[in-house]
């Protein structure tokens, strides 16, 4: 009786697990494609350094228009949950703030675009209260896709910042 119980558990977990991997997503998962931020990379300060760094996923990402830096209005409200989580937080450290691109373009463009989506990111974010000692920019590029794909299906999720404390 005891070697069917712990089968029927197993054949439970295991038709959990199979039907969790059949689910469809609206969107790029925090991890997805993107690992998790850590590595060697150009800091807002010019320095090269290594960072190992976890990503917030109570942080919303914040999105953006294609070759465009400029916060756009439906992610204002992202911003101001993001800013007064960072404030409500003191103990998280040094927020990054990580700018990605889409694919289109070369790779000296796309860090550069990134980079510009990570310091308007930190502009806004320090314009709604939060101290710019508690953050800091980085650009992938277009290193780091969120959703792989060859479309605007894929690239609209791509053109992001995404958020990670270093731990």
């Known amino acids: 009786m005891e070697r069917r119980s712990t089968a029927l ?18 969107g790029p998962s925090k991890t997805a494609g993107s690992g998790d931020g850590s590595g060697e990379f150009q800091t807002d300060t010019g320095a090269v350094e290594t960072v190992v760094t976890e990503e917030l996923a109570e942080l919303k990402t914040i999105y953006f228009d294609f070759d465009d830096a400029t ?11 993001d800013a007064d989580s960072i404030l409500a937080q003191e103990n998280l450290g040094v927020v990054t703030l990580q700018g990605n691109t889409d694919e289109r373009g070369s790779e000296e463009y796309n860090l550069a675009l990134g980079e510009r989506r990570a310091v308007s990111t930190k502009k806004y974010l320090v314009d ?5 000692s508690r953050l800091r920019t980085v650009s992938f590029g277009e290193a780091k ?3 792989a794909g060859h ?14 404390v270093n731990r």
Request: hydrophobic fraction near 45%; glycine fraction near 10%.
């Open 9 to 26: 558990v197993v054949v439970a977990i295991l038709g959990l697990a199979l039907a969790s991997i059949g689910c469809q997503q609206t």
């Open 71 to 81: 916060i756009r209005g439906d992610q204002r409200g992202n911003l101001k949950i």
């Open 128 to 132: 709604l209260g939060v101290p710019s």
């Open 145 to 147: 896709p969120a959703v």
């Open 151 to 164: 479309d605007e299906s894929a690239w609209k999720w791509n053109r992001r910042v995404d958020f990670a």
